[in-house]
């Protein structure tokens, strides 16, 4: 079994004053090692760091392939054509796509080192799952060099209608790079259906959504809602001193009635501005008071090479300014904000902590932050604000779904949750506690497998929610 994704599962840290590497937390090991059963794994991706950083050929049991990257590469490659043309695109084009030829030659260019390294390492007959759109090439490339191989693609992100994909200048080589795969998945079904439709109009492939014929070959497509490792969660969610960490956290907030909480990479299409804006109004009409009510805003650095990123950073940054500026007072801030990771027990913690938690994006494959917050719920108490724009939203019905971009409609499912009553939060809760229970990581990252290696599969249909 071969992963090859843009990073390796593995990062540096340290401890005692000297450097060690360690698995990188949550993510795709642990949706991956349960899964796998003991077979060996070897894992393909950047390293991080420039050219000369070298990694252990080994880490907890996988085998890594570093496929560096140099800073020309990091540029047009990573911060270009990956993060500035194909990450907006796909997400509704909420900032506008940047269309670059160096960029994309150089995104050619990698995806090819990518699939080399892969046909180079492979064992004979083995299963290689792909992921994500820095190497939506890769699957082509790599069966004109291995067609022995079985290979796996899953898009992490959504896959955008065809009005908007047909816009990329290098539609149709995208479109057959994925198609090299024996299964292309994708979070929702919805996107399932974006690539199969414009893979028929665009390159004359026929079939259903599920499966396409293309090139004189069968292509399957189909939804696999990745989830989160939920016993996990419940399991530190439980732990006395996480409990103790999140009572601590409302004693330090000033114990106030209502905590409210948003945890997101610091990202433009994520919504924060909105959920921001949306607060600071709240606190103008009186719906919230500080004595009463309190907003954690937790922001992890991402992407910080990039202006738009930058730029994103200082509009927030702003607004929470302001908004603390008129409704804050002394030694009691309306909106803490932190811009840095936590680790697993503090954001655990959080959870717990958070009476409301808000999920706000404009455009989400999934969304874990809002099936996290679900599964570390253990007394099912607590109310979750979901933007309907986020995978995560056909699952988990019983939110408080909201449109971001409608600023009443957000203020009112805002006071909605803050003012659920118990017996209705309790009974949604545990409705949704249903779902992420019956449908952990383990289970997606096998439905996958699954479905890859019987060839009769046809992914699966969300869990439902009942
Ligand atoms: P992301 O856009 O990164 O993922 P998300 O699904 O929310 O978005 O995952 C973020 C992860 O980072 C969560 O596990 C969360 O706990 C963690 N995290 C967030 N804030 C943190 C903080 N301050 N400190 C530490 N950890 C923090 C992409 C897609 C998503 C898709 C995932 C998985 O954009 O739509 O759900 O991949 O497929």
Redesign the pocket.
Known sequence: MVVVANRLPVRRVERDGEMHWDLSP?GLVSALTPALAGRPVMWIGWPGGGVEMIVPAQHAGIELRPVPLDDAEFEEFYLGFSNATLWPLYHDAVRSPAFHREWWYAYVSVNDRYARAVAEAAAPGATVWVHDYQLQLVPKMLRAMRPDLRIGFFL??PFPPQELFLQLPWRRPVLEGLLGADLVGF?VQGAASNFSRVARRLLGASGTDTVLDYDGRQVRVGAFP?SVDTAALIKRASDPAVQARARQLRDELGSPEVVLLG???L?YTKGIDRRLIAIGELFADGSLTRSRAVLVQ???PSREDDPHYRQEREHLEQLVGEVNGSYSTVGHPAVHYLY???ELDE?VALYLAADVMLVTPLR??????AK?YVASRVDASGALVLSEFT?AAQELRDAILVNPHDLDGLKTAIRHAVGLDPNEGTARMRRMRRVVRRHDVQAWAKSFLAALHDGGGHGVAPPDPG
């Open positions: 949550g992490h992100i979070q990745i945890v997101d990479r990202d937790i922001a992890v840095q990771s936590v954001l989400d494959g999934m969304n874990l932050v996290e995978g």
